[in-house]
């Protein structure tokens, strides 16, 4: 079975600019999870989406959003970038349906440097 | 809500030796404990999990321990290689949203 993919891998954007980060799940997973990493901290959750919604959100300004199509497929955005936004992000699959019984499964991750 | 700590933030033990990392949560309804390795480059990969109607599980060289009443648990890998060298995170899950709450990471060095 193939695993999480991410893409782009690596990114350079302005300050200002927007950017959009995607995430395919694992073959048969709904749920798809979002994380920023920045050097030294730790896992900080974005949102959950599961079936096409957000069933989770995290403390993050209304600058990052995302979506879930049908295909599960999962797509992150950053509006009006800063420099603070360059970070490692991690997208995270799991089936969605088992609560507490599930792995969560990480892809590499995009790492987005802002200028 | 859920908060997790975990220490130490960097840990440099000797080829061969034991190293451990500790957590402690503060949610005592949170019942499934993972622990994570996060390679340069890569993104975090489980390599052990507890749920808490368990006090101890092992792997190999790796095992978790986990005490309900004092609401901690603790990685522990013995007889370590190089490969471990890595940032080793854990997480626990509380009931009412099954979100993973993380600790902030430790990183591992392996002494040659």
């Known amino acids: 079975k193939a695993g999480v993919t991410q893409t782009p891998r690596y990114l350079i954007k302005t300050r200002g600019q927007q950017v959009t980060l995607s995430c395919s799940p694992i073959?048969?997973?709904?749920?798809v999870s979002w994380y920023q990493q920045t050097p030294g901290q730790g896992l900080q959750f974005l949102f959950e989406?599961?079936?096409?919604?957000?069933?989770n959100k995290g403390n993050f300004p209304g600058r990052f959003s995302g979506r879930q199509f049908s295909n599960s497929r999962s797509e992150m955005n950053v509006s009006t970038l800063e420099l603070g936004d360059s970070a490692l992000y991690l997208c995270?699959?799991?089936?969605?349906?088992?609560?507490?019984?599930?792995?969560?499964?990480f892809g590499p991750g995009t790492r987005l440097l802002v200028l | 809500g859920e908060n997790v700590e975990q220490h130490p933030s960097t840990l440099s033990v000797q080829e061969g030796d034991s190293a451990v990392i500790k957590c402690t949560y503060s949610?005592?309804?949170?019942?499934?404990f993972p622990w994570y390795k996060q390679e340069l480059g890569k993104g975090p990969q489980l390599i052990i999990d507890i749920r808490s109607n368990v006090g101890e599980k092992k792997d190999q060289r790796i095992a978790v321990t986990l005490n309900k009443t004092a609401k901690h648990f603790s990685l522990h890998i013995t007889e370590t290689q190089p490969e471990d060298s890595a940032v080793y995170f854990c997480a626990a899950m509380p009931p009412s949203n099954y979100q993973l709450i993380w600790g902030a990471g430790t990183k591992l060095i392996i002494k040659p």
């Open positions: 949610d005592s309804a949170s019942n499934y």
């Open positions: 989406y599961f079936s096409e919604t957000q069933r």
């Open positions: 073959s048969g997973h709904r749920s």
């Open positions: 995270a699959s799991r089936t969605g349906t088992s609560g507490e019984k599930e792995t969560q499964y």
